[in-house]
């Protein structure tokens, strides 16, 4: 069996080119080659091309045909039309924008993302809503129409090893750099689906293993669990032996860490997982809290370069002195404030019956 795998040397790819091979596929990748791995085996072919032009890739692959076509990335509109007829089977990948308010919570009424979000919700329904948003719900319909039975995945944020945006870093440099103060917004509770590398690879695989129940489904994908923003930190340190204080302002306030919420508002963005599981089995392959720590060991052996492209694309500065004033500012005006005095202080009404075991955390503001 014949399988082209269009990409393979991302965060996923190794994971999805070992896993066909144990499946018995014999394996070629298409992909740029600026980016190789030795992850890849050695006899795994590599045509080289760029897979977003599709003249280049229409001479790249002529005369080909494959068992199996698994589109990664690249012209994914295109790819879908050009191995029409030549493939016995089409999976590909997009990403969950095409969600209806999941770049523009205020799209909808009352404002935010209702979650977890199935497959069904709504989708960008025009450009002026959401111009990428929208131009995924595009490439979702002509893979549909080019590839009838093809298996489209919604990828959520992906982490893990040669990750080109790897969030993780912003909390790994700052162990590395010494701080022990580190900035969250609304005490770090927002919730953002994200997929370990390997766990998102495993679903597209049991795709291959289920071609009858997938043929023609879209699924969302990701981590069966999902971390709040201040349980993402926290397991990331702990990992690396490092415990920050975690200083909660409001998100319009809390500027340092807006590469780490990755949007301007601080909503929960969460998928719902019961398809994938339910329609092919899915369990995740490594547990979050493993997945985020390996994550983090990875990152301290392979440090992204000071100002370099992984920086320059997650946008943080590391701006530590003025991460600091803005701290000191702000717990100086809170302790500025005045108590607030009530005839009878609010309770937590009388269905809370209380914690039997360690005190709760606190959820001072400082």
């Known amino acids: 069996m014949q399988a082209l795998v269009i990409g393979g040397t991302g965060p996923t790819g190794p994971f999805?080119?070992?896993?066909?091979?144990?499946?018995?596929?014999?394996?070629?990748?298409?992909?740029?080659?600026?980016?190789?791995?030795?992850?890849?085996?050695?006899?795994v072919e590599h045509i080289h091309t760029d897979p977003?032009?599709?003249?280049?890739?229409?001479?790249?692959?002529?005369?080909?045909?494959?068992?199996?076509?698994?589109?990664?990335?690249?012209?994914?509109?295109?790819?879908?039309?050009?191995?029409?007829?030549?493939?016995?089977?089409?999976?590909?990948?997009?990403?969950?924008?095409?969600?209806?308010?999941?770049?523009?919570?205020?799209?909808?009424?009352?404002?935010?993302?209702?979650?977890?979000?199935?497959?069904?919700?709504?989708?960008?329904?025009?450009?002026?809503?959401?111009?990428?948003?929208?131009?995924?719900?595009?490439?979702?319909?002509?893979?549909?129409?080019?590839?009838?039975?093809?298996?489209?995945?919604?990828?959520p944020v992906i982490y893990g090893p040669r990750q080109p945006m790897p969030r993780e870093w912003c909390v790994v440099r700052r162990v590395l750099d010494g701080r022990r103060r580190i900035v969250l917004p609304e005490a770090g509770l927002t919730l953002c689906h994200c997929g370990y590398a390997e766990n998102v690879a495993h679903a597209l695989l049991l795709s291959v293993d289920r071609p009858e129940a997938s043929a023609g489904r879209i699924y969302n994908c990701g981590d069966e669990e999902v971390l709040t923003l201040r349980q993402t930190v926290a397991v990331l340190a702990a990992a690396l032996d490092h415990e920050f204080e975690m200083i909660s302002?409001?998100?319009?306030?809390?500027?340092?860490?807006?590469?780490?919420v990755m949007a301007p508002f601080s909503n929960h963005?969460?998928?719902?997982?019961?398809?994938?599981?339910?329609?092919?089995?899915?369990?995740?392959?490594?547990?979050?809290?493993?997945?985020?720590?390996?994550?983090?060991?990875?990152?301290?052996?392979?440090?992204?370069?000071?100002?370099?492209?992984?920086?320059?694309?997650?946008q943080d500065p590391f701006d530590y002195p003025a991460e600091d004033r803005l701290i000191d500012a702000w717990q100086e005006r809170l302790s500025a404030l005045p108590d607030a005095e009530f005839s009878e202080e609010p309770g937590y009404t009388l269905s809370y019956s209380g914690p039997s075991g360690p005190e709760l955390p606190s959820r001072d503001p400082q």
């Not at 091979?21 to 992909?31: A, M, S």
């Not at 493939?87 to 209702?114: K, Q, T």
């Not at 998100?251 to 340092?256: G, I, S, T």
């Not at 963005?269 to 493993?290: A, E, I, P, T, W």
């Open 16 to 43: 999805i080119v070992k896993g066909l091979r144990e499946r018995g596929y014999c394996v070629t990748i298409l992909h740029t080659g600026r980016h190789e791995t030795d992850e890849i085996p050695e006899d």
């Open 52 to 155: 977003w032009d599709m003249e280049a890739f229409a001479d790249a692959t002529k005369g080909r045909e494959f068992d199996l076509c698994m589109a990664l990335y690249g012209r994914l509109r295109g790819i879908a039309e050009q191995m029409a007829g030549r493939c016995g089977r089409f999976v590909s990948v997009g990403g969950v924008p095409a969600y209806r308010g999941f770049m523009n919570p205020a799209l909808l009424e009352p404002d935010g993302l209702f979650v977890p979000v199935r497959e069904n919700a709504e989708r960008v329904a025009r450009e002026s809503e959401d111009t990428k948003g929208y131009r995924i719900v595009q490439t979702e319909d002509a893979v549909l129409q080019h590839q009838p039975q093809a298996t489209h995945f919604r990828y």
């Open 249 to 260: 302002m409001p998100y319009h306030l809390a500027l340092p860490a807006r590469p780490m």
């Open 269 to 314: 963005r969460v998928l719902d997982l019961f398809q994938l599981r339910s329609d092919l089995g899915y369990q995740d392959r490594v547990r979050v809290c493993d997945a985020l720590a390996q994550t983090a060991r990875w990152l301290v052996e392979n440090p992204p370069e000071p100002g370099g492209v992984e920086e320059t694309i997650l």
